[in-house]
């Protein structure tokens, strides 16, 4: 059920517009090295600021991993870390093994987002997981160096299309 907005001033318009202040595009597990690595990409439409939390979901009751939005679980405190990028929220767990596997979930909000919690799961399973891509593994504790990294790319892109 949608609320309905009558559009009549330039006010109730905007109003429409950040309804859908951020999305979850994507959510995808690789190993980097002996850690996993979770990816949750967003589409972000607001410059407010976010929070997020990872969780998983095992044997029906869900542990929180790593969050802003609540406490996260004793177990997982130490090995988990969390670096965030435009557009991309990354969890980091160490020492990963195949007592970690289940249903991780990535959950977004962006601050006075009224819509609701972004939400979206991912199955994990050890033996199935793919290597994470090859030259983050060197950085992985270098989140500035990272950011550079990936940054690159798309300046070169920009200049590009700017020709």
């Known amino acids: 059920l949608m609320p ?15 309804a859908h202040c951020q999305m979850i595009k994507d959510l995808s597990a690789c190993l980097l090295g002996q850690s996993l690595r ?6 972000n439409k607001t410059s407010n600021p976010l929070t997020y939390e990872f969780s998983i979901t095992k044997d029906n009751r869900k542990h929180v991993i790593h969050s802003t939005i609540s406490v996260s679980e004793n177990i997982y405190r130490s090995r988990a870390n969390v670096t965030m990028h435009k557009n991309l929220v990354c969890l980091y767990l160490q020492s990963f093994t195949t007592s970690d596997e289940g249903v991780y979930m990535c ?7 009224y819509t609701g919690n972004q939400i979206k799961n991912i199955t994990v399973i050890k033996d199935k997981l793919e290597k994470c891509a090859g030259f983050s593994l060197l950085i992985q504790n270098t989140s500035w160096l990272l950011l550079l990294l990936l940054s690159l790319p798309l300046l070169q892109a920009v200049d590009f299309v700017s020709l």
């Open 107 to 113: 959950e977004l909000k962006a601050t006075n987002d």
């Open 4 to 18: 309905t907005v009558g559009i009549q001033t330039g006010k109730s318009v905007a109003v429409l517009q950040a």
């Open 38 to 43: 979770v990816d949750c990409r967003y589409e």
